[in-house]
């Protein structure tokens, strides 16, 4: 089954800050910026600023299970939000929030981050100094949504891949300071 994103989850527009967002150690919610999903394996929600909400509202939090991918700029790499820490997302960022009857965030978020989806993206933003992905762009994006038995294969196939692709980096670690004492010992003699 194909369908547009919009479909499948329902896509918002992150909290717009009226001025920057400065770290409160006494705040209450955390804030994920653009910045801060640029390397989204190294997330770390504690190091992210704190801000002290008004009372007067509530703050439109982040869930697990809701995806976040940037409005603007040159990398679209989808998160999918862990854990239970208060967050909001700031308003460079849309956060797409699936329904999970349909298809799971993780495999929404790994086809969001395949290479057709970029393609799409990149394809259909706008704007020619800082680029932007519209709502509407996005929300035509095609999803591919396959039973979820075949997302969970899917899932584990991409998983042995991440590991392999680790695994074969640390190889190449290891080579290199073997070579690297190979070329020493040829030096010295």
Request: contains cysteine; neutral net charge; proline residues 8%.
């Given at each position: 089954?194909?369908e547009?994103?919009?479909?499948v989850a329902d896509i918002?527009v992150?909290?717009?800050?009226?001025?920057?967002?400065?770290?409160?150690p006494?705040?209450?919610?955390?804030?994920?910026?653009?910045?801060?999903?640029?390397?989204a394996?190294?997330l770390?929600?504690q190091a992210?600023?704190?801000?002290?909400?008004?009372?007067?509202?509530q703050?439109p939090?982040?869930?697990?299970?809701?995806l976040?991918?940037p409005?603007?700029g040159?990398h679209?790499?989808?998160?999918?939000?862990?854990?239970?820490?208060?967050?909001?997302?700031?308003?460079?960022l849309?956060?797409i929030?699936p329904?999970?009857?349909?298809?799971?965030p993780?495999?929404?978020?790994?086809f969001l981050?395949r290479?057709?989806s970029s393609?799409y993206?990149l394809k259909?933003?706008?704007g020619?100094?800082?680029?932007?992905l519209s709502?509407?762009?996005?929300g035509?994006l095609p999803?591919?949504?396959?039973?979820l038995?075949?997302?969970?294969k899917?899932l584990?196939?991409?998983q042995?891949?991440?590991q392999e692709?680790?695994?074969?980096?640390?190889?190449?670690?290891?080579r290199?300071?073997?070579?690297?004492?190979?070329?020493s010992?040829l030096l010295?003699?």
């Amino acid at each position: 089954m194909r369908e547009p994103l919009r479909h499948v989850a329902d896509i918002r527009v992150g909290y717009s800050f009226r001025t920057k967002v400065e770290n409160d150690p006494a705040g209450d919610v955390r804030v994920l910026q653009i910045s801060d999903i640029r390397n989204a394996a190294a997330l770390d929600p504690q190091a992210l600023p704190r801000v002290k909400w008004p009372v007067a509202s509530q703050p439109p939090l982040l869930r697990p299970g809701d995806l976040v991918i940037p409005a603007r700029g040159d990398h679209y790499e989808a998160l999918v939000i862990q854990g239970d820490e208060p967050m909001v997302a700031s308003g460079q960022l849309f956060v797409i929030e699936p329904r999970t009857a349909v298809v799971r965030p993780d495999y929404l978020c790994w086809f969001l981050n395949r290479s057709e989806s970029s393609n799409y993206i990149l394809k259909n933003r706008a704007g020619s100094s800082i680029p932007s992905l519209s709502r509407p762009v996005l929300g035509d994006l095609p999803i591919t949504i396959p039973a979820l038995e075949t997302q969970q294969k899917i899932l584990a196939l991409a998983q042995l891949w991440q590991q392999e692709q680790m695994l074969s980096e640390r190889l190449l670690v290891n080579r290199q300071k073997m070579l690297e004492g190979i070329y020493s010992k040829l030096l010295e003699s």
